[in-house]
């Protein structure tokens, strides 16, 4: 009997562990030029860094080829009309909110204050203090697309690829080709990101192990503070920004819609893909939630691809963890870019390994944030993946409730009933 091989995620926790063994180890020995020199840095430099810049190197092809895509494929939503804007302006709506919870929360709990990383940084991070929110907003405008490529500037290749993927789908037909080639780029990025994520095991390793042989165990505090204040965000935004929703505009009951929606809130939490759950999530909306299936085979799948509000959480959180952990002080335009960012980017998000990562990379970009810092979460991102996957899937269907409502489209007795059984598969 052949043993099944180790996931990428396994192989991550398990570089995670040896890091922090291999960190500590190296921390409690006394200093020597071998040590600090030729191991911390570098062996561990030269491989973490390696690591940082094949991240760093996919984030503004992917961003732009996965956003012309995702705004290509809004033709249905012209067709749809008032359903379509509906759908598109909630989910974006909801995403803002969640990030601003997760900078509002963060700003609060202050994850990483007491743990100091500003000396092993490769790089000092640069934040403009003084920007007015009209010149933000000025500047999401390129002038010059190839600029803000070649220069990173990711809130301008963001709007320039949105731009070109409605104009793309407002072309329809004739567009097709084009619309074919960004699909099968698409296809060679998802690629080239797996190749990638081969090397995440050792470059967490490397990374880890570097900062607990700096740092010792000042790093555990901050990273549980990290990670219960997102799972904090993401019950908050759950009960009270979809609850709050569902209740408002519908007057259903909220616990009533979670017991009905529980089976493939528990698929989501277990694949941890709001994708590969999307077959059980149509299936639940209209059998057990009452939704008719022309609005769930609409609103459900634009969901699946455009609405990220727990990741958004993650990275909102993510960027006040690492922003404090190197000693930096982000002013209001940088948290507005940071909002704008993730919000813009969700439309593109994608539902594969690795991708959110560099998402996050892609935020921390934006406000001149070094990316060594996603090193230190990504051990403990998969149990926070599979916890935001759910609250991801939970918005979908919140917004196709009150979608079907609105347009007459809503069976309550479906929606009341308690004696049905539903095959999750």
Do not use: W
Request: hydrophobic share 55%.
């Amino acid at each position: 009997m052949t043993k099944k091989p180790l996931g990428v995620t396994t192989k991550i926790l398990i570089g995670l562990i040896l890091g922090i063994i291999t960190g500590i180890i190296l921390y409690m020995l006394p200093a020597s030029g071998f040590k600090s020199d030729v191991i911390i840095n570098g062996a561990f430099l030269l491989v973490g860094q390696v690591f940082l810049r094949a991240i760093m190197m996919m984030v503004v092809p992917l961003v732009f080829i996965s956003l012309v895509n995702g705004s290509a494929g809004m033709g249905d939503v012209k067709k749809l009309g008032r359903i379509g804007i509906r759908t598109v302006l909630f989910y974006l709506v909801t995403t803002a909110v969640a990030i601003s919870i997760a900078l509002s929360l963060a700003s609060i709990v202050d994850p990483g204050v007491g743990l100091d990383l500003s000396n092993i940084v490769t790089k000092e991070p640069t934040i403009n203090e003084g920007v007015p929110l009209v010149e933000v907003l000025i500047d999401m405008i390129p002038r010059n697309p190839i600029a803000a490529m070649s220069d990173g500037s990711m809130l301008q290749i963001i709007v320039f690829a949105v731009f070109m993927g409605v104009g793309l789908s407002a072309m329809g037909e004739k567009a097709k080709p084009i619309v074919n080639t960004f699909e099968l780029l698409n296809d060679l990025m998802m690629k080239m990101v797996g190749y990638v994520m081969l090397l995440a095991p050792y470059g967490v390793f490397a990374l880890i192990a570097r900062t607990f042989a700096t740092e010792g165990f000042d790093v555990m505090v901050p990273l549980a503070k990290y990670m219960l204040t997102v799972i904090a965000a993401l019950i908050i935004h759950a009960i009270v920004t979809y609850g709050g929703m569902l209740k408002g505009f519908t007057g259903l009951s909220p616990i009533k819609f979670l017991k009905n929606f529980v089976p493939a809130i528990s698929v989501a939490f277990s694949t941890a893909s709001s994708g590969a759950t999307l077959p059980v999530t149509m299936e639940i909306a209209e059998e057990r939630l009452g939704v008719s299936k022309n609005i769930g085979s609409f609103t459900l799948p634009l969901g699946a691809t455009i609405n990220m509000d727990g990741t958004a959480i993650m990275q909102g959180v993510a960027t006040i963890f690492i922003a404090q952990v190197y000693g930096v002080d982000l002013s209001f335009s940088a948290i507005l870019t940071v909002i704008l960012t993730a919000t813009l980017a969700s439309i593109g998000t994608a539902g594969v390994p690795g991708v959110g990562l560099i998402m996050l990379s892609m935020v921390l970009q934006s406000v001149g944030l070094p990316v060594e810092g996603i090193a230190l979460i990504m051990g403990i991102d998969r149990i926070l993946d599979m916890s935001r996957t759910a609250i991801n899937i939970t918005g979908d269907a919140v917004c196709t409730l009150i979608i079907a409502k609105a347009e007459g489209e809503f069976d309550q007795e479906v929606f009341d009933a308690d004696n049905r059984e539903t095959t999750v598969a």
